[in-house]
């Protein structure tokens, strides 16, 4: 049974965080049976040889709705190119039938480059925005964690700004990892403008079984997007026992319990789907066809997931 710090039952907190994601996004309350009509977006890492036209009509040939389109070093949207490039690359998207709801970047501060991908994609009316991962030193973690809190309130500035929400994600290793570090940043700032881009797999890694859902109670009320991937723990030497990235399904985390969560929250915001374990090929392009066919495989995976819980 799902239960908080708080002190709160199930019932309650499903009320509570479920009022304050609607009062976050302006939706209108509505019943357990009501279907996900979000974005499902593909993460355009995946296909980096791709341009902005092909990738759009390689995603839609797949049914996907939207693009989590990366703005970072190595992907479709150099960053220092962002005022440029990322209307050419959102127009081109558009044009295919598609969504932006969300940018993948490397940005951890107020530096100029980063001034100006927020504002360009505040000016596009691209809702949300993945800040790139501040690292643990081991040194003094207090102190690590501070400065790094220092520097994503400055994110929040430009999310206010610019009118583009930011999202931290829960990556596996670095800071904000186990959520609770970085709730304590992200509990001070405005939840109209800064919240979690959850990643159940990630979390599940962290926290295994009660520590993932102790990190989606912390993230659930400011949960803006979600990112999708599946893994097992495997024994390698020398290296010993490390996370190895599989299709959805084949992995450890409960896809079933989590999407029960989410559509008790009525979830509606973007999910981006990650094919992030090996795809063989002796080619780019005997890859790049071994890539559709894996993302065409977990997406199928994906939305029965959603249909059985969104019903």
Request: aromatic share 10%; glycine share 10%; with cysteine.
């Amino acid at each position: 049974m799902l239960s908080t710090s708080l002190g709160l039952d199930r019932r309650e907190f499903v009320k509570m965080a479920g009022a304050a994601v609607l009062g976050i996004r302006g939706l209108k309350p509505s019943s357990r049976e009501a279907r996900f009509t979000g974005p499902l977006c593909i993460f355009s890492k995946h296909f980096p040889e791709l341009g902005w036209t092909e990738l759009a009509s390689t995603a839609r040939s797949l049914g996907f709705t939207g693009i989590d389109l990366t703005v970072r070093k190595g992907g479709h949207v150099a960053p220092e190119r962002a005022a440029t490039d990322l209307p050419r690359a959102v127009a081109a998207i558009r044009d295919a039938g598609l969504s932006v709801p969300m940018v993948t970047t490397e940005v951890l501060s107020a530096t100029p480059v980063a001034r100006e991908i927020f504002a360009t994609a505040g000016s596009l009316s691209v809702p949300f925005l993945k800040p790139g991962y501040y690292r643990y030193e081991f040194v003094d973690v207090r102190r690590e964690l501070e400065e790094a809190g220092k520097q994503f309130g400055e994110l929040a500035g430009l999310a206010k700004q610019s009118g583009v929400r930011v999202g931290y994600h829960n990556h596996a290793g670095d800071l904000g990892a186990p959520v609770w570090d970085m709730a304590k940043v992200i509990d001070n700032l405005d939840p109209k403008w800064v919240g979690y881009y959850f990643d159940i797999c990630h979390a599940v890694t962290e926290g295994g079984s009660a520590g993932w859902r102790i990190a989606f109670n912390l993230a659930a009320p400011r949960i803006f997007m979600i990112a999708i991937k599946d893994f097992i723990w495997a024994k390698s030497v020398p290296g010993g026992w490390q996370q190895k990235m599989v299709p959805l399904g084949e992995g450890m985390v409960d896809w079933p319990t989590y999407f029960k969560l989410l559509a008790k929250l009525d979830y509606q915001g973007p999910i981006s789907l990650h094919v992030e374990y090996e795809i063989p090929g002796a080619t780019a392009k005997e890859r790049q066809a071994n890539m559709i066919a894996s993302a065409k495989r977990d997406f199928a995976y994906l939305k029965a997931r959603i249909r059985e819980a969104y019903i």
